[in-house]
C-alpha cells in the first residue's frame, strides 16, 4: 500500500467509528456485518511546462456494505461527512456526479471520489 491507500484507510477508520476498512480486497476469514471498501480506479499527475507539480488526482470507489437499510445509511452518512470535510489529510476529495448506486437487496452503497493530495 502506499501513503494514499494508508491514509483514505485511517481516515474512514477513524471518521467512521472503527468501521472495519478494506483497500480492494475482502479478508478470507470472513466479514464484519458493516464495513467499507475502496479501490483506485485510476492515477494522475498534474504536470506543467515548468515540471511536475507534484498535485495528484485519483479516482476512488468507496463501498459501504451495512446489514440492514439503517446501519447502511448511517454507514453511508459518515463515509460522505468524513471525505467532505477533511482538509488536513488530503487537498479535496470530489464525488464524480452520476456515480451513486441506489442501495439494493444487499444493502450495499457505492461512490466514486476524485482525491486530490500531494505525497
Do not use: W
Amino acid at each position: 500500500m502506499t501513503d494514499i491507500f494508508a491514509t483514505i484507510k485511517t481516515v474512514l477508520e477513524t471518521g467512521c467509528g472503527g468501521i472495519p476498512v478494506y483497500f480492494e480486497n475482502l479478508p478470507s476469514s470472513g466479514t464484519p456485518t458493516a464495513y467499507i471498501r475502496f479501490r483506485r480506479i485510476s492515477a494522475h499527475e498534474y504536470i506543467s511546462h515548468a515540471g511536475r507539480s507534484n498535485l495528484h488526482r485519483d479516482r476512488f470507489q468507496v463501498t459501504c456494505v451495512g446489514s440492514t437499510h439503517a446501519i447502511l445509511i448511517a454507514l453511508v452518512d459518515l463515509m460522505e461527512a468524513t471525505l467532505y470535510c477533511n482538509n488536513t489529510d488530503f487537498k479535496l476529495a470530489y464525488p464524480l456526479e452520476g456515480s451513486r448506486e441506489l442501495p439494493d437487496g444487499a444493502m450495499t452503497y457505492s461512490k466514486d471520489f476524485y482525491i486530490y493530495y500531494t505525497p
